[in-house]
């Protein structure tokens, strides 16, 4: 199998009934709509150009070094990308939400719906991550164990948490009808097997890994088996099949700041694919993918830093409540004042006063209006999370 000849989707008629009353009257009068059915992809051969295999290579590198960096920092660094990435693949299905939303979010606060819905899909990514560490093979349910985190509390899809679609879907046109869509998905009927195909694809280890997560990725897209969540869904394949083939380990690399850079790019790619051809596709995950490993190691090194910034501005001494509270600081950067107490043990007087000691030194915000049991925020490891998602879109775009 050639790289041109990379099979395209391939048109299937279906019969078509509206559901939902509504539209114009071609919406109601439709009875039949033109699918577009993926190929069978478990065992193609994925052949690419020597200047495209060299971009792969030198992405690789990249996203080992990034794993491999600051291993003490690790953990700091490893929640830090995860929340990084997790906001920017929310930012593509134009989900906003601020930063401290964001924060609040991630303690349980649901004050925002878009920050809400931006600690759904952390959850979900590390459900995908988790589900294939140390070389696990994928499965179709890990799928929808990721999809169940993703949308168990949105208001409108909760009952479809965690389950294949029944119905027939479709991307862009009209609300009521795929009449004049941009991308008509398989039939329901077909997803099963799609994704038993897909799952075989995705379990290689003979696959370039970076070509393995580009089509991974793109051919879930086109398959686009839930109501709704199929694009956070199918960019947390992506970590995943890093994560499996080993390419890290701890952390995982933010390249949806990069694609929501070019957002209407990365439609345009997902389009390429769908006709049969993988390598623009390929070459663009290769470069996001390299940008962001090499931003995210910047922030490894300004992480490695935050520590010793924060004992100067608060000077604590060896031992002390302020002491033990900034030591998890940079892992922990989101937290309340019960959180502190049960972390760093102690008087709950002594514990108080550290927090204040924290906040007064400009180390740490508030983040709510709460008179008892205020959530805090670590200023600078917030500020590096809007940081580096902004450093990545700048270099993707240049």
Known sequence: M???TWPPHVPEVRPWRQSQRGGTIEDRML??????RPPLIADLDVQVT??????MEACVREVVALDHSHGADLKALETLLLRTESVASSKIERIEASVDDFARALHGIKSNSSATSMVAATEALVAMIS???????FRVDHLLTAHRALMADDEYERAYAGRFRDVQNWIGGSDYSPR????VPPAADTVDGHLEDLVAFANRTDVPIIAQAAIVHAQFESIHPFTDGNGRIGRALINAVLRRRGATRQVVVPLASALVARR???????????AGRIEPLILAFSTAATVAARESQVTARRIADMPDLWQMAVAA???????????????????SADDAVEAIGGPLSSVYSAIERLHRAGVIRPLTRRVRNQVWGAIDVLDELEALGARIAAAAVT
């Open 180 to 183: 004049i869509a941009l991308y």
């Open 131 to 137: 589900s294939v560490e140390a070389g696990a093979d």
């Open 264 to 274: 209407a790019e990365y439609f345009g790619l997902l389009t390429e694919y769908r």
């Open 317 to 335: 001494r060896r031992g002390s409540a302020a002491a033990r509270l900034l030591a998890g600081l940079a892992a922990t950067p989101v937290f």
């Open 2 to 4: 050639t790289r041109e």
């Open 50 to 55: 020597p200047a495209v295999g060299v971009a």
């Open 31 to 36: 009875r039949e709509v033109v699918t577009m």
